[in-house]
């Protein structure tokens, strides 16, 4: 399918053709291609663009003329922000999400957009998974993306190049994408290619059995979705999957396998009364045989 036809099928499937937008533009290839499906679909008054300037490379500012003319050429308006240095050079990626995340809500409230989309695609899916994979990450994780927010998330970068350059549009290649020191390059350039030779239309699957994992977490949500206090004895005679999801759904933040585990061989060795248990950010106890959380 076309990517303005992916576009126009996700604005009516997400009932946003009336709202207003805010599209997260890089000047890569697939942010670029996303600005100019949005310009072809939605009115220019309906779209904002937010770059954000990670000041990482001497190309950085380059992206940043590029994606203002754009703008400029099409008569959408062009927000741009800069990223403030990490001081931990182990976090900076963490760091550079959370400042990307609350600027762009910052933007979205400023213009009045009520959704802010991205240009990830299908192959960004499949490094995802394939990534979230190797570090362990259980059904939730194998459904990462949040599909509200990704018009492009079905489609192989392939065909985002293939519109790119039907439409003779200009983009920058971040050069950092080859750079073998990252993880994700690996998948990207090494992993990927192995991977094709066994199955050609990996994005179609990928995509599918994302779709699956999604339909199978929602379920488990539902299994586990209870009122406080939970009768112990009842929680021990749950599958350990969905004992897992409760004690994840209950913790509020991330939390290991091992604190998992450490939780469920405290609750299923009968604790006594008023004993209790740390779990992500939230304490567990047990009162007269029910876990409080």
């Given at each position: 399918m076309h990517p303005e036809e992916h576009f126009q099928n996700f604005l009516t499937q997400e009932q946003l053709a009336d709202q207003k937008?805010?599209?997260?533009?890089?000047?890569?290839?697939?942010?670029?291609?996303?600005?100019?499906?949005?310009?072809?679909?939605?009115?220019?008054?309906?779209?904002?663009?937010?770059?954000?300037?990670?000041?990482?490379?001497?190309?950085?500012?380059?992206?940043?003329?590029?994606?203002?003319n754009i703008c400029s050429t099409k008569n959408i308006t062009c927000v741009v922000k800069k990223l403030s240095t990490p001081n931990s050079a182990k976090n900076k990626e963490a760091s550079w999400r959370q400042q990307r995340q609350k600027l762009s809500a910052q933007v979205a409230k400023e213009v009045g957009a009520t959704r802010i989309l991205t240009a990830h695609h299908a192959t960004d899916l499949v490094e995802t998974m394939i990534f979230r994979l190797t570090k362990g990450c259980g059904v939730k994780g194998l459904s990462p993306f949040d599909t509200s927010t990704k018009p492009f998330w079905k489609i192989p970068k392939t065909d985002l190049i293939a519109y790119a350059q039907e439409k003779n549009l200009k983009?920058?290649?971040d050069e950092s994408n080859d750079d073998p020191t990252y993880q994700r390059n690996l998948i990207r350039h090494e992993v990927l290619p192995a991977l094709r030779r066994i199955t050609p239309n990996l994005e179609k699957v990928f995509v599918r059995e994302s779709l699956n994992f999604a339909e199978i977490q929602e379920y488990i949500d539902?299994?586990?979705?209870?009122?406080?206090?939970?009768?112990?004895?009842?929680?021990?005679?749950?599958p350990i999957i969905l004992q897992k999801n409760f004690l994840r759904q209950v913790?509020?933040?991330?939390?290991?396998?091992?604190?998992?585990?450490?939780?469920?061989?405290?609750?299923?060795?009968?604790?006594?009364?008023?004993?209790?248990?740390?779990?992500?950010?939230?304490?567990?106890?047990?009162?007269?045989?029910?876990i409080v959380f």
């Open positions: 937008l805010l599209l997260m533009i890089s000047g890569g290839v697939d942010s670029c291609v996303l600005l100019e499906v949005a310009s072809k679909v939605l009115p220019v008054e309906k779209i904002t663009v937010l770059h954000i300037n990670h000041k990482t490379r001497a190309d950085c500012d380059k992206d940043e003329t590029l994606v203002q983009w920058h290649e539902l299994q586990t979705q209870t009122s406080t206090p939970l009768e112990l004895t009842k929680f021990v005679t749950w913790a509020k933040t991330t939390v290991s396998s091992n604190d998992i585990d450490d939780c469920l061989k405290w609750l299923k060795n009968n604790p006594s009364g008023n004993s209790q248990k740390s779990l992500g950010k939230t304490s567990l106890k047990i009162l007269s045989g029910k």
